[in-house]
């Protein structure tokens, strides 16, 4: 996770939210804390070595390094989060109201620039729900939700190509299982992904995104 200073006076990097996708942390040195905001409010959890720690679409969401924090990330639906389902909180104005310029902004500006912009938008957020006022988080969903409508048919092809096909031949092998049919265990194989060799800016720190596709059902399998 990124150790550069905040605004706020901690350390990590841009605050954001999901809007299809589930995201685990394996957390595998270090320490830190993942600061959270959702329609349930805001909350904090340690992070330590070992710890295991998940949330699902609609939390905004930011991890604090306090030391060495380094994670492995499990996201749900393959692809889908290169596709564009993560949204800074800089999409919104201090006031709470939408801003395409901050949108805008974002998609411009270096990792740093896009973490200052989004922590204050966070720190905003929090202050607005701390003073009652849940219409900000609400708005901020709404802003997020117009801004990927171009991608959604794209989203949904992800899915429909990834995890939907492998629960499909999941349960049609499970059918067949009631049948005394296992000819599928005859097609059993090992797979291999090397570690990516280009580091690339995440939202939350340094990223070696591991983006195997391995297709159900052909030879397809590699990385992109």
Not at 19 to 25: I, K, M, P, Q
Not at 188 to 202: E, F, N
Request: glycine residues 10%.
């Amino acid at each position: 996770m990124y150790p550069w200073s905040t605004a706020d006076d901690e350390h990590g990097g841009s605050p954001h939210m999901h809007l299809a996708c589930s995201e685990c942390y394996v957390v595998v040195s270090g320490c830190g804390r993942l600061e959270t905001l959702s329609d349930r409010g805001s909350t904090t959890t340690e992070l330590h070595p070992g710890d295991v720690v998940w949330f699902t679409p609609g939390t905004i969401h930011r991890a604090v390094n306090d030391g060495g924090l380094r994670v492995i990330v499990v996201m749900q639906n393959s692809g889908l989060p290169e596709a564009g389902d993560a949204d800074a909180a800089s999409l919104l104005d201090a006031d709470g109201s939408p801003s395409p310029d901050r949108a805008r902004a974002r998609a411009r500006a270096r990792a740093r620039a896009r973490k200052d912009l989004a922590v204050e938008g966070f720190t905003e957020l929090k202050r607005q729900w701390r003073r009652g006022n849940r219409s900000a988080y609400e708005d901020f969903c709404a802003a997020a939700v117009r801004l990927v409508q171009p991608r959604l048919d794209t989203w949904e092809k992800t899915v429909n190509d990834g995890a939907l096909a492998a629960a499909r031949t999941a349960l049609r092998q499970i059918d067949a299982l009631r049948r005394d049919d296992f000819n599928h265990l005859f097609n059993a194989k090992v797979s291999r992904i090397a570690q990516p060799p280009v580091q690339t800016l995440g939202m939350c720190g340094f990223l070696r995104a591991y983006g195997g596709i391995c297709r159900v059902g052909t030879r397809e399998c590699g990385t992109r």
